[in-house]
């Protein structure tokens, strides 16, 4: 299969050899680019409706466009959070070099107290979201002003206490795909919350398409090369594992201090009560989405930190590919990506000596794996690309939604909490979408 890729924020275009190839890691950037096959019909988007958890577009704001809405988390706790904005001082930025330091937002996400009286947090800040409207969200077919993205509201309060009734809490970071934004694994980052876990989701700055610091400065991807060879993209990802690997650890070892008592945010926004020591820094998972599920898989191999690993849909860029890791792994697929079509994969697969399961979910598409799931069936009235159906696939967004956080919740209890589970033994009843890959 040949496969070309359009995709506006680095306009560019370019074929690349298949899904497995370097090329299509970034070909796959979710938060842009459209993937067109040329053997098979554009699937349609399946309608979804509001009994389901994910109603249809909701009616437009006074400021700009629709109003979408994420699925609720179905776990226990409340959830909390809160974004902090981290500096790296030790190194500067590998991306643009005239930045003498290396920054990032990321998110904490978190069981919480009861908190009604605190504003629910949206997915996209302001100014993220205009960039969004503007930049992203053409490319699937999505006129800018058609939604009013900053609107689109989480299930996590701002600021709300820790709740610590549990003791402490197992950590997940969570990477997304090459050039998206942290925002776009909002939901499985909640679930993971609502069930008692610590999770900490990462935007790449100068990687994503746009990343909002405190008062408001955006900070845009750099645009790649107007021309890009395999070669040329090979460089880029590694370039861009690499930084991400190294923002990764950045993470872990602020962490360590936030575990210690310390805040690590540089403009020094107040922690909400119990965050400091609330983490359970022995139990440590990565969880990824394309190029961040290849960085958990490295850092997993890497990283002594980190106890168990899930790839969703991601080829495997750098060492790991051969290597593969020794630890407990899951790789998520979309239905036409498995080791068997994947070198990557299988090279990784073959290498890994720990436990390890590989999953198809029918139906699927890459961008299954990330919010795109939940939001863009609300816009099947608005939307006049075909190719916007590319990123979900035929699935049942309810179910497709249900699966994923069925069996990454499953993981992740079973290898941070010692959890026992049979879900990955065989076929489920209740997940018959999911194929469990011999």
Excluded: C
Excluded at 120 to 145: F, Y
Excluded at 174 to 179: I, K, L, R, V
Excluded at 294 to 314: E, F, I, K, T, Y
């Amino acid at each position: 299969m040949r496969t070309a890729t359009p995709d506006s924020r680095f306009r560019r275009r370019r074929t690349t050899a298949g899904p497995a190839t370097a090329a299509t890691v970034v070909a796959v950037t979710l938060a842009t680019a459209a993937v067109v096959t040329a053997e098979a019909p554009y699937p349609a988007v399946v309608p979804v409706a509001a009994s389901a958890g994910l109603p249809a577009g909701l009616p437009a704001t006074a400021r700009t466009g629709l109003t979408l809405s994420l699925p609720a988390p179905t776990g226990g706790h409340p959830i909390g959070t809160v974004a902090l904005h981290l500096v790296d001082r030790t190194r500067p930025d590998p991306l643009v070099r005239s930045k003498p330091h290396r920054e990032l937002m990321v998110s904490l996400w978190y069981p919480a107290k009861k908190a009604p009286n605190l504003p629910l947090a949206p997915q996209m800040s302001r100014r993220a979201a205009a960039d969004w409207d503007k930049r992203s969200a053409p490319p699937m077919g999505v006129k800018p002003g058609t939604v009013d993205w900053a609107a689109t509201p989480t299930h996590a309060r701002v600021g709300a206490p820790v709740d610590r009734r549990a003791g402490g809490l197992p950590v997940v970071v969570f990477s997304s795909g090459d050039g998206g934004p942290r925002t776009l694994g909002t939901v499985l980052v909640e679930e993971l919350a609502s069930r008692g876990y610590l999770v900490v989701s990462v935007d790449h700055t100068y990687e994503a398409d746009q990343v909002e610091f405190p008062g408001g400065r955006v900070e845009r991807a750099v645009p790649l090369p107007k021309k890009l060879t395999e070669d040329v993209v090979a460089r880029l990802l590694d370039k861009h594992s690499k930084a991400r690997l190294a923002d990764m650890r950045f993470v872990l070892d602020q962490l360590a201090g936030l575990s210690r008592g310390r805040n690590p945010d540089a403009e020094s926004t107040p922690l909400p009560a119990g965050l400091p020591g609330s983490a359970d820094l022995t139990r440590v998972g990565m969880l990824g989405q394309s190029m961040g599920g290849s960085v958990a898989a490295q850092l997993l191999h890497d990283d002594s930190r980190v106890d168990a690993g899930v790839n969703l849909d991601g080829g495997y860029v750098g060492p790991v590919a051969r290597t593969g890791v020794a630890k407990p792994f899951l790789q998520m697929a979309s239905e036409s990506h498995t080791r068997r079509t994947e070198p990557t994969w299988k090279s990784f697969w073959d290498a890994s000596t720990g436990w390890k399961r590989e999953l198809r979910l029918i139906g699927a598409r890459h961008g299954s794996f990330t919010d795109l799931q939940a939001l863009l069936p609300q816009l099947t009235g608005e939307l006049k690309s075909p190719l916007a159906a590319e990123f979900v696939g035929t699935i049942d967004p309810t179910r497709s939604i249900s699966a994923q956080r069925a069996y990454v919740t499953a993981f992740f209890d079973r290898h941070l909490r010692g959890r026992p589970t049979r879900l990955f033994d065989g076929p489920s009843r209740r997940h018959p979408e999911v194929r469990l890959v011999p």
